[in-house]
């Protein structure tokens, strides 16, 4: 099928446009199967499995020592300097060597621990035992997908998203059925195997070309340029996995664990719409800005990203938020305490989007300080609104806090890049 013409000549709209096909696929069968897990599992259920998609999520930054976004930086950066490249990947599979094995250690050792305190079911940390023996897959799965965002490669990254995804619903439902949420949870932890196994069986010969795996060796050239991707990670990924774990740990304590289902279903539908701006700013934003030099091509870039998403994410919003109950009716039935959540939800992902876009110049310019600073105090005034809301508005004052945080994210990521390019002079 050939694309329209306006959409041809516009990469971002190309990009978003073949990730909108694999969403669409995708959000119809995440709906099939959170139906059928709002029925089995229940409101319990959909919060346990919450908490194990925020640990799967910061073991993605863990295992890899959170190096995914330099990769991709360094790929694009040096995709023709071959002996720049081994280098790069040399140094990234140590970093992934040390990332693995001490989160499976202490994934391992901790694993009841773990079990208890995120699951309240000792007798789940087989599971955690399973992501111990799994981090070397995590890590490997991390690496090889930053070289397919480095390369660009937005054809062949929306098909191995759609068929991973395709085969890791089919285990989960597979597994639901045999063992329960036992088997879910299950099915979470080796989902990171099928995405492996995918991206090989459809990107390994071209891996093969750019990572010249016999004469990978010690050497730690990239180390200094990877470790301040390193930071930027564990403030991105894990502290924002563990806000989100302590939140809905609150809920549960300070409310009740129906209400905590809730908010990890208003968060699933959330991730699923979400999901299509991934591919675009790790196959076109931060490449793009990596290469732009003056405030006038940033601010120009920036609004030709506005104008050809915005739009069409605008409008996906309003539809959702109108059809709302419908939606809760058809994936989350019995979930009527989910609707109040949708209007600060959504109005809070809008403006994360446009806060998004420009926050990842700091990602294509390395600008650590301020990547960190303003995502310190995002998660800050997340959490503590929360917190202080919770008591007033019940469930519904986490998402009113998630709108109030990227409101305040959007101004205050808006001061080090107008900063970064008047000490540059590249007006």
Same mark, same amino acid.
């Given at each position: 099928? /050939?694309?329209?013409?306006?959409?041809?000549?516009?990469?971002?709209?190309?990009?978003?446009?073949?990730?909108?096909?694999?969403?669409?696929?995708?959000?119809?069968?995440?709906?099939?199967?959170?139906?059928?897990?709002?029925?089995?599992?229940? %409101?319990?259920?959909?919060?346990?499995?919450?908490?194990?998609?925020?640990?799967?999520?910061?073991?993605?930054?863990?295992?890899?020592?959170?190096?995914?976004?330099?990769?991709? /930086?360094?790929?694009?950066?040096?995709? /023709?300097?071959?002996?720049?490249?081994? /280098?790069?990947?040399?140094?990234?599979?140590?970093?992934?060597?040390?990332?693995?094995?001490?989160?499976?250690?202490?994934?391992?050792?901790?694993?009841? +621990?773990?079990?208890?305190?995120?699951?309240?079911?000792?007798?789940?940390? +087989?599971?955690?035992?399973?992501?111990?023996?799994?981090?070397?897959?995590?890590?490997?799965?991390?690496?090889?997908?930053?070289?397919?965002?480095?390369?660009?490669?937005?054809?062949?990254?929306?098909?191995? %998203?759609?068929?991973?995804?395709?085969?890791?619903?089919?285990?989960?439902?597979?597994?639901?059925?045999?063992?329960?949420?036992?088997?879910?949870?299950?099915?979470?932890?080796?989902?990171?195997?099928?995405?492996?196994?995918?991206?090989?069986?459809?990107?390994?010969?071209?891996?093969?070309?750019?990572?010249?795996?016999?004469?990978?060796?010690?050497?730690?050239?990239?180390?200094?340029?990877?470790?301040?991707?390193?930071?930027?990670?564990?403030?991105?990924?894990?502290?924002?996995?563990?806000?989100?774990?302590?939140?809905?740990?609150?809920?549960?304590?300070?409310?009740?664990?129906?209400?905590?289902?809730?908010?990890?279903?208003?968060?699933?539908?959330?991730?699923?719409?979400?999901?299509?701006?991934?591919?675009?700013?790790?196959?076109?934003?931060?490449?793009?800005?990596?290469?732009?030099?003056?405030?006038?091509?940033?601010?120009? %870039?920036?609004?030709?990203?506005?104008?050809?998403?915005?739009?069409?994410?605008?409008?996906?919003?309003?539809?959702?938020?109108?059809?709302?109950?419908?939606?809760?009716?058809?994936?989350?039935?019995?979930?009527?305490?989910?609707?109040?959540?949708?209007?600060?939800?959504?109005?809070?992902?809008?403006?994360?989007?446009?806060?998004?876009?420009?926050?990842?110049?700091?990602?294509?310019?390395?600008?650590?300080?301020?990547?960190?600073?303003?995502?310190?105090?995002?998660?800050?005034?997340?959490?503590?609104?929360?917190?202080?809301?919770?008591?007033?508005?019940?469930?519904?004052?986490?998402?009113?806090?998630?709108?109030?945080?990227?409101?305040?994210?959007?101004?205050?990521?808006?001061?080090?890049?107008?900063?970064?390019?008047?000490?540059?002079?590249?007006?």
């Amino acid at each position: 099928m /050939k694309l329209p013409s306006f959409i041809k000549n516009n990469l971002v709209l190309k990009i978003t446009s073949l990730n909108s096909v694999v969403i669409v696929f995708r959000l119809i069968i995440s709906m099939a199967i959170q139906h059928v897990l709002a029925l089995t599992v229940k %409101e319990a259920g959909i919060a346990k499995i919450g908490q194990l998609r925020n640990i799967t999520a910061m073991l993605t930054s863990f295992t890899t020592l959170g190096i995914f976004s330099g990769v991709l /930086k360094y790929v694009a950066q040096y995709k /023709k300097d071959e002996q720049t490249l081994q /280098k790069l990947f040399s140094t990234s599979f140590l970093f992934a060597g040390i990332g693995s094995l001490v989160s499976g250690l202490i994934l391992f050792v901790g694993a009841n +621990y773990f079990a208890e305190k995120l699951l309240d079911d000792a007798s789940l940390s +087989y599971v955690f035992k399973l992501l111990a023996v799994l981090t070397p897959v995590f890590a490997m799965q991390r690496i090889f997908n930053a070289v397919v965002n480095g390369l660009s490669a937005y054809k062949k990254y929306a098909l191995i %998203e759609f068929i991973a995804y395709v085969l890791s619903a089919l285990l989960l439902v597979i597994f639901l059925f045999r063992f329960d949420l036992d088997g879910v949870l299950v099915a979470i932890a080796l989902a990171p195997v099928i995405q492996l196994l995918t991206l090989l069986a459809i990107f390994g010969g071209v891996l093969k070309e750019y990572i010249q795996f016999k004469n990978l060796k010690i050497d730690w050239s990239f180390k200094n340029s990877l470790l301040a991707f390193t930071i930027m990670s564990f403030v991105s990924t894990v502290l924002l996995n563990y806000v989100e774990l302590d939140i809905r740990t609150v809920i549960k304590d300070k409310i009740n664990v129906d209400e905590a289902g809730y908010w990890t279903a208003i968060n699933f539908i959330s991730k699923n719409y979400m999901v299509f701006s991934t591919g675009l700013f790790t196959l076109y934003v931060i490449p793009r800005f990596a290469a732009i030099q003056t405030k006038v091509d940033f601010t120009k %870039e920036v609004w030709h990203i506005y104008k050809s998403i915005l739009p069409l994410f605008g409008a996906g919003m309003l539809l959702i938020y109108v059809f709302r109950d419908f939606i809760i009716q058809l994936i989350y039935p019995e979930f009527t305490g989910m609707s109040p959540l949708f209007k600060w939800q959504l109005m809070g992902d809008f403006v994360r989007l446009c806060s998004l876009v420009i926050a990842h110049q700091f990602l294509a310019k390395r600008m650590v300080k301020s990547f960190v600073i303003t995502e310190i105090l995002s998660l800050a005034s997340f959490y503590l609104l929360s917190i202080i809301l919770i008591k007033h508005f019940s469930t519904e004052g986490v998402v009113m806090a998630h709108f109030f945080r990227y409101v305040f994210y959007f101004v205050i990521v808006l001061i080090p890049v107008y900063l970064y390019f008047l000490r540059k002079n590249k007006f």
